[in-house]
């Protein structure tokens, strides 16, 4: 763990992942709010997309997160307590922000990040990197020895981000991505050794 985050993650994260009872430390000089990681499920699929397609210009499609929970796939939210005055986007019955989300997919002495997303709204507060730091300290309880992801050749700031981070670029998928209707785009395999902690991240926040 790093010294991103104000004190440590609770006991929970090594091994119990996600707890929604429990509340989590906001990173440094993000807004004072309580906040909390829950697990998705389908009925919250309309607010997920909502935020996916506004974050990205290739986004993943619904069916993508439905596919995921029905395979038993890790995918949790991070949700934020609305402070006074904040109208919550999108809407959710219980009135609290739905500020990113990540699913993964754990293998052998491995996990897979297959996405992490931070909603525009909260962009640049370090709730990537917080995501990232609870998604590490949680595979290591599972035994986990390495974390993977892929991550667009073209997109300089969330690579950065993830080699501030610890991870190292290791492989390219060619075509990997879309690009446009007639083009693809090849993606950087990085991956992150579990055990070595690994250096503080910046403010900046990943998209494919």
């Known amino acids: ?7 440590v993650l609770p006991d929970w ?11 989590l430390p906001a990173p440094a000089g993000a807004t004072d709010r309580p906040i909390a990681f829950e697990p ?16 990205y210009g290739h986004p993943w499609s619904r069916r993508h ?16 307590q609305a402070l006074p005055g ?38 640049r507060q370090g709730w990537a990197r917080f995501m990232l730091d609870a998604l590490a300290l949680w595979s290591r309880g599972q035994g986990a020895h390495a974390l993977w992801l892929e991550v667009r050749e073209s997109n300089a700031p969330a690579r950065r981000l ?3 981070h610890g991870f190292e670029a290791v492989g390219l998928r060619r075509g990997y991505y ?7 785009e090849d993606a950087v395999v990085m991956s992150l050794r579990l055990d070595a902690e690994h250096p503080a ?8």
Request: proline residues 8%; hydrophobic residues 40%.
């Open 178 to 184: 879309p690009l446009s209707a007639l083009q693809r």
């Open 65 to 80: 997160f439905r596919d995921s929970l029905q395979a038993g796939h890790p995918a949790v939210m991070l949700l934020g």
């Open 162 to 164: 993830y080699e501030r």
């Open 13 to 23: 994260t090594r091994g119990l992942w996600p707890a929604p009872t429990e509340a």
């Open 86 to 123: 904040e109208q919550p986007l999108p809407a959710r019955a219980d009135g609290r922000w739905l500020m990113g989300y990540l699913v993964a997919m754990a293998g052998v002495d491995e996990v897979h990040l297959l996405n992490i997303t931070v909603a525009p709204a909260h962009q």
């Open 201 to 208: 991240a910046h403010d900046m926040e990943p998209a494919r």
């Open 40 to 55: 998705m499920t389908e009925n919250d699929l309309d607010a997920v997309h909502a935020v996916e397609t506004s974050a």
């Open 1 to 7: 763990m790093n010294g991103g985050t104000q004190g």
